[in-house]
Structures are given as C-alpha cells and as structure tokens.
C-alpha cells in the first residue's frame, strides 16, 4: 500500500488546514488510518484515527475540539481518502504529518501500522 499525504503548509496561527491521505490500493477503504505528527528531535507522536467503517475516531488529548479525522469510503471509488481537518492551529502544532494504515489493527502506536505515507510539513506560525 503506497500512501500520500498532501496538504502540509504555512499557516498562521487560528488558521486551519486540511490534510490528505490518498492510497493507490484498490481496497484502501478497508484500512484503519491514523495521523501521527514529528517534531524534531523526536520520535513520531499519534494525533488521530480512524476505522475502515469510519466510525469510532480517536484523538490526542492535545488537539481534541480542533482536529477531525474522516474518509471518504466508496467501494467503487479508487481515489479513496483520508482527511484530517486541522482548525484553530497553535505554533504547537507545527511539525510533519504523517499517515499510516493497517489492515488489522488501529491503537495509538506507530509500530502497529504497517503503511506510511512520507509526511507532509505543517508550520504555524505566532
């Protein structure tokens, strides 16, 4: 499964931005997705995700109210995606943003995803 997140970018802070999370895989609606975010100097940190049915989702406490994970899921749609809407972003915020997808499992550790997009900069600036 090749993932692409797209959307990163410059921002100034109260602004929003959405990120996308598009795969080439026929079946990418049957995946749990997940955001995680890296600032530098540390490792990758969960932010939010969703199941392959789009129902229960899951957040960060920190960006809880702010962020909201949803997908597109249309079995006869090959250009399914994930999105993460990000409102009201703080300087905080800023770092690279990633998705993962795991055809099993959906916790808040990276190492339970098997797919990774290749991350997407989001700065925010005060």
């Known amino acids: 499964v090749q993932l692409q997140a797209s959307g990163g970018g410059l921002v100034q802070a109260g602004g929003s931005l959405r990120l996308s999370c598009a795969a080439s895989q026929h079946d990418f609606n049957l995946y749990n997705v997940a955001w995680f975010r890296r600032v530098p100097g540390n490792d990758r940190d969960f932010v939010a995700a969703i199941p392959w049915t789009g129902g229960t989702t899951y957040y960060t406490d920190s960006v809880k109210g702010r962020y909201t994970i949803s997908r597109d899921n249309d079995a006869n749609n090959a250009a399914n995606t994930v999105y993460l809407q990000m409102n009201s972003l703080e300087p905080e915020d800023t770092a690279v943003y990633y998705c993962?997808?795991?055809?099993?499992?959906?916790?808040?550790?990276?190492?339970?995803?098997?797919?990774w997009g290749q991350g997407t900069q989001v700065t925010v600036s005060s």
């Open positions: 993962a997808a795991d055809r099993i499992r959906i916790t808040r550790r990276l190492t339970d995803y098997s797919y």
